[in-house]
């Protein structure tokens, strides 16, 4: 059984349903053992002659048939009991750790890869389900038959019962040591099929790089090596399992053969004696079929153990995900009723990753007022996207260095900062979802005339049309069935749906020529007065007329101020113009 804080709550919530289901598991294996019993009473009573053996024999089969209702209508309500039970607690167990995923900080996501965590929503989700079900089932059943069994078995012959129990002792000691192996076995195997899981996402995801760069057979042979590994160590489980199985089947076959043997001669030699207390015929057949209803316990713990084995590993991988606690959240003291605006300022900002120790922004300065469009621009990988990550909360900054609307970002909650900003990032994620859906994925309703506003101001909306299905067109997996300047725009039209008071476009009219990128920026002018508008990009001319453009460069800020500021005054500005306007009297 599984037990600890992510578990043991569904004991308790659910424990009515486990305990009706376990009482009259309980009770069914209590009358099940007494059909033995009257099947060797027909056997003694057999010898006798005329209509008293009638009577007795119609006396035990009517007991008999009383009690075959009682244990089918029995299995029908535990299983509904444990088994329903179990799929609910799954249910629930998935959507805490789907919750619970979606509340995780970029520092796990780039420790853990998406498909060994779909490892934990799948294989061992069901470990854990086959725990609380199938589990409990095995346990109780196991230990309480085997007890109402060996109690009757006793009560029928001492001796035998000595015998067959010590057999049964080291047979569950055997099973007991292999199940120590088969959890660490079980482990190996779900690690492998998360490696698996994580190599096939991958290769997947990349299939046009792996084509670009016909890769496909140095894929298929890692994939090969990796499914092996998996392969193999799933073998080794099973032949675990198997090797259980053996032992339990060969013991269990001897101890059979025994029992005929030594009840025999117990028949014989107690009947040259003419004891009254005989063992008989009947007895025997009693006694032999009693030890057959042990075969199903027997069974069950080494099911039991297969499962407890398999549970209690998943459950710890389960344990490990939900007991991450995630360092970008909110403090206890937050203030959630603030109204925000969106006004900006960075004070003296320095920043590294948890992941390094190197500055990833060192000593930013500068305020973004309520309504203005500012510029980003700066070489790739001087820190643009890092302040991005900064004001959505993406990772944590030291008190007093950034704020919103004059309050310290670290004071708000992450939701209301994420709420009032409108965000467009580079890699433009779509879902495998319609258009229309895409679009209006911030909104509550897919309304139709809300969405086709916002493509046309970002200069979607006639490709859109083009398409078969239009705004009702399903789009493939990360929206590859979609060209990559469809994709921006279509990133920048759910984002312009939003209607934030800060929209921050990420380069986000790189794939775009630049007609349709004047269009859109000469929309968002139109749509944006009295509206914060950060653009970062690498074109000067995305950012040329905006109110303000800040230079970053090496991690620092490098220059603000209006373009012909920056022109005049800022050397780094002017050599990227320059080369910008080089670049494109080359295009000419």
Not at 30 to 58: A, C, R, S, W, Y
Not at 252 to 259: K, P
Not at 305 to 325: H, P, V
């Amino acid at each position: 059984m599984i037990f600890g804080k992510h578990f043991f709550k569904y004991y308790i919530k659910y424990g009515i349903f486990f305990l009706i289901g376990i009482g009259i598991l309980i009770y069914i294996d209590f009358i099940q053992v007494k059909i033995p019993i009257h099947i060797g009473q027909i056997v003694d009573v057999l010898k006798i002659e005329g209509d008293t053996m009638k009577t007795d024999v119609n006396i035990i089969l009517l007991e008999i048939v009383k009690i075959v209702p009682q244990i089918v209508l029995g299995r029908c309500l535990w299983r509904f009991c444990i088994f329903s039970t179990s799929r609910q607690i799954e249910y629930e167990l998935r959507n805490v750790m789907f919750i619970h995923a979606t509340f995780l900080d970029q520092e796990f996501y780039h420790k853990n890869k998406v498909g060994g965590l779909m490892t934990h929503f799948i294989n061992d989700l069901a470990a854990v389900r086959e725990s609380f079900g199938p589990g409990i089932l095995t346990l109780v059943d196991g230990v309480f038959l085997t007890v109402f069994a060996l109690r009757s078995m006793y009560v029928l012959n001492l001796t035998l019962s000595y015998f067959v129990t010590g057999l049964l002792v080291v047979l569950v000691i055997l099973i007991f040591l292999q199940g120590i192996v088969m959890k660490r076995k079980f482990k190996a195997r779900q690690d492998s099929f998360e490696n698996l899981s994580d190599f096939v996402n991958e290769s997947f995801s990349g299939i046009q790089v792996v084509k670009a760069y016909v890769k496909e057979e140095s894929e298929l042979n890692t994939f090969n090596e990796k499914s092996k590994d998996f392969k193999d160590k799933h073998i080794t489980f099973v032949k675990n399992s198997v090797k259980v199985q053996i032992i339990v089947s060969i013991v269990t076959n001897i101890i059979s053969l025994l029992i005929l043997g030594l009840g025999a001669f117990l028949i014989i030699i107690i009947a040259k004696n003419e004891d009254d207390d005989a063992f008989t015929g009947g007895q025997l057949t009693a006694y032999l079929a009693l030890f057959f209803e042990l075969l199903w316990p027997l069974t069950a713990i080494t099911r039991f153990m297969n499962i407890n084995s398999q549970g209690q590993a998943s459950a710890k991988r389960i344990n490990t995900f939900l007991n991450y606690e995630p360092s970008v959240k909110d403090s206890p003291l937050v203030n959630k009723d603030i109204q925000l605006e969106g006004n900006i300022k960075f004070k003296n900002l320095s920043f590294h990753f948890p992941s390094s120790t190197a500055l990833a922004l060192e000593n930013i300065s500068f305020e973004i007022k309520e309504g203005e469009m500012v510029g980003i621009i700066g070489k790739t990988g001087s820190g643009k996207s890092s302040l991005v990550d900064l004001l959505l909360r993406i990772y944590n900054v030291d008190k007093n260095m950034l704020f919103i609307d004059d309050h310290d970002i670290m004071d708000l909650s992450i939701s209301s900062v994420r709420e009032l900003v409108g965000y467009v990032p580079q890699d433009n994620f779509l879902f495998s979802d319609t258009i229309l859906s895409n679009i209006a994925f911030s909104s509550p309703n897919d309304d139709l005339d809300e969405a086709i506003n916002a493509a046309k101001l970002s200069d979607v909306h006639d490709n859109i049309m083009e398409f078969g299905e239009q705004y009702n067109t399903m789009l493939g997996e990360r929206g590859v069935t979609v060209s990559g300047g469809q994709k921006q725009r279509i990133a920048i039209a759910r984002a312009i749906l939003k209607d934030p008071k800060i929209l921050v476009l990420d380069d986000s009219v790189s794939a775009v020529d630049t007609a349709t990128e004047a269009d859109i920026i000469n929309n968002l002018f139109k749509i944006r007065k009295n509206k914060t508008t950060i653009i970062i990009a690498h074109r000067i001319s995305t950012i040329k007329r905006l109110d303000k453009i800040i230079l970053i460069d090496d991690h620092k800020v490098c220059g603000i101020g209006t373009y012909d500021d920056l022109l005049k005054n800022n050397d780094l500005f002017k050599d990227i113009v320059r080369r910008q306007e080089l670049e494109g009297i080359i295009n000419l």
